[in-house]
């Protein structure tokens, strides 16, 4: 079994930063991939960025150039540092992991991001 506990959200003003962290723990073997996804009320959930095991790294257009996605290999955690934020990128923010190229993901719990003045 894998858990993920997913921190680092908040309130933040327009323009302002976050930093979310992810750490995996449990029976894991290797880890293909962790990364982040978001779902705003009534929207569906939707990729924010991932990062594989060889450090390659994937971003949606909306977030690129202004957030960065890292991964700490020794201590099973993946990082998301969120910049210039905007009131668009308000949502719970969940962290996920993939043992496999066709492997189900497994979720953290969801951390609130929310961006207003």
């Known amino acids: 079994q894998v858990q993920l506990e997913d921190s680092g959200g908040g309130l933040v003003q327009p323009g302002g930063s976050l930093r979310l962290s992810c750490a995996a723990s449990g029976s894991i073997f290797s880890i293909y991939a962790m990364g982040w996804f978001c779902q705003a009320p009534g929207k569906q959930r939707e990729l924010v960025a991932t990062?594989?095991?060889?450090?390659?790294?994937n971003y949606a257009d909306s977030v690129k150039g202004r957030f960065t996605i890292s991964r700490d290999n020794a201590k099973n955690t993946v990082y998301l540092q969120m910049n210039s934020l905007k009131p668009e990128d308000t949502a719970v923010y969940y962290c996920?992991?993939?043992?496999?190229?066709?492997?189900?993901?497994?979720w953290g719990q969801g951390t609130q991001v929310t961006v207003s003045s």
């Open positions: 990062i594989t095991k060889n450090g390659g790294t």
């Open positions: 996920y992991l993939r043992t496999g190229p066709y492997s189900e993901r497994y």
